[in-house]
Every structure is written in structure tokens, then in C-alpha cells.
């Protein structure tokens, strides 16, 4: 055999793009409150809890009452994605590699939006009739982590901090978490208890619900300066997500480029608290 033939060897590329592991678009949008508004900003208008008053004598005049009103303001923000493919480089690679750009580019602005989401759920709400005033998640919506991960006693708490606030058990709730607490729900909960079941389910994905959340499970939690990891109980009306461009792709040649192939993708929207106590924040040690 000759000792040349090493020189006919080839080599075998694979004729498809792979996306390597990342979260493919938003986890969060269809938990919130979605709307569609125009504008550089946008006002959300709300009534407060009023109170009767008891009629005590006969033909009395009718009282008048001063309704609360409320009023919740969020700035729209635009996100953008492009890149470019150039000819040159579909003829080097043997594929065309634009439709993988174009699931990477929705992928980012999910993510951005889910960030803005997260962002709003422990910020700072802007209120008032401006939107000048600064509005803090309050202490009293706030569950220390007690040197503890996510445990069944901070979800029943975080339960009962809605319940005590009188929210619409009928408006859906949900809790965003880590892998982590999903791992700690299992490690402190014995193989006897009714819940390791339950929680053994959730964990393999056939569960969504317990303890009346439903489960969104997300790796773009922040941590504060405690390094704890801040989990958020809500119900689908306390938050926002103010769309005023939905995601919108273009795939086109760009003539100033060398006629390369030009993935673009944008949206504006931006995140508010609608309301405190419809927002649970849940600190966990990790």
C-alpha cells in the first residue's frame, strides 16, 4: 500500500448548525400581564379598596365617596439583534447557516425580555400621577432566607402573604426559581413525607403546580448581596409587560455590505409592578 494515500483522506462535516444549550426565547411573558400600548411611555391607571358607609337614618343624604386612584407608569425600552452572513462564508461552511441565526436572534430578545420581567419584580415601580414617585417592594412582601433554601414552610408562607392581602385566589399564580431550589424542595423533604412525591414530580417535569404556584423554572434569577437568590411568588395581574413594538425579524441582503445576508431582529417593551402585594420576594441561601 503506498505510503502516500493519507494525501486522499477527507474530511466530514456535519451539513447542520447545532445550537448549543441556552433558553430559546421567554419563560416569562405568558405569566404576566401582557398589553400593547403606543408611545415612548406608557400609564397604567388603577382603583383602589373602597369603603361603604352604614345608612342610619331614613331620607339622609347620599354620601359621597372618594374613590383611590392609582397609577402605574413604565418607560419602553428597545432591544436589537443582527448579524451578518456573508457568501463567502456560506461557500466556506458548504451550509447556510441563516435560519440557526434567526432562532438565536429570537432567543436573545426572549431572554432580554424575561430579564426585563425579573428586573420589575423586585424593583423600583415609578407611580403616581407622573410616575415621579418611587415605589419599593415593602419589607412586609419579603421572605428572609433564614440561612435555608427553598423549603415547603417559605412557600406555604409566601401563600399565605397573598391570601392575607385578599388577592383574587382566582388570578393565577406563579413562582420563578432556580434549578437550585427545585434540588433543595427535594433534599428537605423526607422519603415519608406526602410532599416528596409531589416535589419528585415537579423535579421530573411531571408537575407544574404546587402549593397552589405554578412552577416557571429559570437560570436568569439574580442573587443580592448576600449571594442569596431571590425568588419571586406572583399573581399574573401584579406585573405588567408593556409591549409597544412586538419581536419583529427581517432577513434581508444588505447592498452596503457586500450583499451579505443581514438576520436583524428588534422589539420595545419594558416591565412594571402593578401592584406590591400581588408580589412575594423569597430569599434563598444558596
Known sequence: MSSQITTAFVNQF?????????????????????????????????????????????????????????????????????????????????????STYARAAAAAIGRAMDDEIIAALGGTALTGKTGA?????????????????????????????????????????????????????????????????????LATGQLSEFVGFTFIVSNRLQVDTNSDRLVYAFAQQGMKLAIGKDVKSDITERADKSYATQVYYCASFASTRMEEEMVVEIACSE
Open 133 to 201: 414617585t418611587s415605589t419599593a417592594l415593602p419589607s412586609a412582601q419579603k421572605i428572609a432566607h433564614g440561612s435555608a433554601g427553598l423549603t415547603i414552610a417559605k412557600l406555604v408562607e409566601a401563600k399565605q402573604k397573598l391570601d392575607e392581602k385578599s388577592v383574587d385566589p382566582s388570578i393565577k399564580r406563579f413562582i420563578v426559581v432556580s434549578p437550585k431550589q427545585i434540588s433543595d424542595l427535594l433534599n428537605n423533604t423526607t422519603v415519608t413525607s406526602a410532599d416528596f412525591n409531589t416535589v419528585r414530580a
Open 14 to 98: 456535519s451539513s447542520n448548525v447545532t445550537m448549543l444549550s441556552q433558553q430559546m426565547g421567554s419563560l416569562l411573558r405568558s405569566a404576566v400581564d401582557v398589553e400593547t400600548v403606543n408611545g415612548e411611555k406608557a400609564f397604567f391607571d388603577q382603583v383602589g379598596q373602597a369603603a361603604a358607609v352604614q345608612k342610619t337614618t331614613r331620607n339622609s343624604d347620599t354620601p359621597i365617596m372618594e374613590t383611590p386612584h392609582a397609577r402605574r407608569m413604565v418607560s419602553l425600552k428597545d432591544f436589537e439583534y443582527a448579524d451578518l452572513i456573508d457568501d463567502q462564508d456560506k461557500i466556506r461552511m458548504l451550509i447556510d447557516p441563516t
